[in-house]
């Protein structure tokens, strides 16, 4: 039954006088082709590791949308979303087509969504082996129900060594991410990092979801002992995933979830995580998670020993493992949890002037989702040599197809429906900005978290915060009281000053691209 309707589907997108098709192969028959293909290599501990050449991140400045009658008044044009002409797809699609004549290909039948009510079938198609096996760890494996499903799916179609042509496709690269949302189409072409294929899914969903009243989230959640959940916001490097990764609670998902009437559901069935310093004794989950089957991603391995060097970015800061999520003890098998107590959004803030704990008012809530604020590090890239800020909407805009407001209106509907309690955790620097402070101290960062989900901060006094306008708790358990109010952390309180007004006038400037009806949101900003 698999066989046939994957070769329904190839023929469907002229994928026909192909080499050999590798149906669901398991991931031990993934790593073994992957291996005789040289790949990649097995890891001392069992991943597989590959390296992603030019390629060691998203490419967001390469990533088009087909425009359409019916779907071009729908999409948030501009630096996110390029439009491309149906024409430029269609050449684009039988050019690949083309390419992959006579060539192997791996075909991977999988879902998104944990959610009966809304999960979507969707088939990976890759040229690589270890691109299959990154999506089968990383999605949801597919039923009997998916296979028959009367519900659209959708195609991901990862072909690394076809390179699009600017002149022939309209692209801007020979790196192309294309999403047909009529054909129902991702083309992945041009490069080799995996996680464009799972962002491509992330992006689909964030379109179709919230016309069925779903709030897609760009977050990490977990649940404790007595059925609470929480959601982590945030961008990369912030803690979204080790944060959630806690011993003491039980993971729903790391990274993509939606928001139902139904409650919380994970969009995946694995964890992406970052590891550029991964700590055994901090991350245990995570790094204990990485074995065979795990994939790891322009992780260094010692060239005899084959160990991992995690504190290596000569190939990048951005090296990642991809594993099933069921190689974490106590995660909620069905993906499903019900519906959040709370809501942290966090920023890590080299500046070092946002408090590390603020509860949020609902306006406050929406202020900082849609500014999705965190920062450039000073020396992580080219040219970087003061922190940056950086403004992502809804702490997720490269992946938002709709306008930000869209998303901001769901979050506020959800937050009121179920009396939702919203803080604001920064987990990057105290004492100073980056090179002068120190980042706060993970432990602190763990203990804020458990008082923000147990609401130990209920009842806790509060002052608010003169520049940002922030309730900040006066004690919290487990943290000093003079780490609560940042100024106080500094040595030179004129420069703190300083930095906080150069902080929130480029709140205020990222805020200016949004119409909102009313003032009440952009008034619970920065003063």
Sequence with gaps: MTIMMSRKALEEYGLVNLGNINWNLSPAALVEHAIARKEGILAANGAFAATTGAHTGRSPKDKFIVSNEEYAAKIWWGDINHPMSPENFENARQNLAAYLQGRDVYVLDAAAG????????IQVITEYAWHNLFARQLFLRANEGDLSSERPGFTVLCVPNFHTDPRTHGTRSETSIIIDFEERLALIA???????????????????LPAEGVLPM????????????ALFFGLSGTGKTSLSADPERRLIGDDEHGWSDNGVFNFEGGCYAKCINLSQKYEPQIWNAIRFGAVYENVVLNPHTREPDYADDSLTENTRAAYPIDFINDVIESGHGGQPTAVIFLSADSFGVLPPISLLTTEQAMYYFLSGYTSKLAGTEKGVTTPEATFSSCFGAPFLPLRPGEYANLLRERIEQHNVRCY???TGWTGGPYGVGSRI?????????????????DNVETITDPVFGLHVP???????????????????????????????????????????????VRNAGPR
């Excluded at 432990?443 to 147990?454: E, G, H």
């Excluded at 940042?486 to 000053?497: G, V």
């Design 190 to 208: 041009g490069t080799q990092y995996a996680g464009e294929m799972k962002k491509a899914v992330f992006t689909v969903l964030n379109f179709l």
């Design 474 to 520: 006066t004690s919290c358990p487990d943290v000093p009281g003079e780490l609560l109010i940042p100024r106080n952390t500094w040595a030179n309180k004129d420069d703190f000053d300083r930095m906080a007004a150069d902080l929130a006038g480029r709140f205020k400037k990222n805020f200016k691209q949004f119409e909102l009806p009313g003032d009440d």
């Design 424 to 426: 604001l955790l920064n």
């Design 114 to 121: 944990a959610d009966p009510d809304y999960r979507m079938p």
């Design 441 to 457: 101290n993970i432990n602190y960062t763990r203990a804020m978290v458990r008082a923000t989900i147990s609401g130990a901060l």
């Design 218 to 229: 760009h977050c990490s959640a977990n649940v404790g002992l007595d059925g609470d959940v």
